[in-house]
């Protein structure tokens, strides 16, 4: 069992910024490709973007350009830097590892919602 505690969601006006943060023990970051997903109401899960342990990134046609995802090792915390937000970005963010994309069992995440 790891513990991953997402923060930062909000509410901001479609051209805004927020920053998530996902803080997770140490092994997680060194051993596991992580991601950020997003789910909006009536909605399937998508994958946002994803960061290998040695920083490989992969990041969705939907959000290229605007998000980034970034790991700081110091601090145990993945980041991921939205930019230009727009009103189809309102959903709910979790973190996970990617391999888990198919789990039944999520957690609460943190919701940003963007207003036109």
């Known amino acids: 069992q790891v513990q991953l505690v997402e923060s930062g969601g909000g509410l901001v006006q479609a051209g805004g910024s927020l920053r998530l943060s996902c803080v997770a023990p140490?092994?997680?970051?060194?051993?596991?490709?992580m991601a950020w997903f997003r789910q909006a109401p009536e909605k399937e899960r998508e994958l946002v973007a994803s960061?290998?342990?040695?920083?490989?990134?992969d990041i969705a046609d939907s959000v290229k350009g605007r998000f980034t995802i970034s790991v700081n090792n110091a601090k145990n915390t993945m980041t991921l830097q939205m930019d230009s937000l727009k009103p189809e970005d309102t959903a709910v963010y979790h973190c996970?590892?990617?391999?888990?994309?198919?789990?039944?069992?999520w957690g609460q995440g943190t919701q940003v919602t963007v207003s036109t």
């Open positions: 960061i290998t342990p040695g920083g490989v990134t």
């Open positions: 140490t092994f997680i970051f060194k051993f596991n490709t």
């Open positions: 996970n590892l990617l391999a888990r994309r198919f789990s039944t069992t």
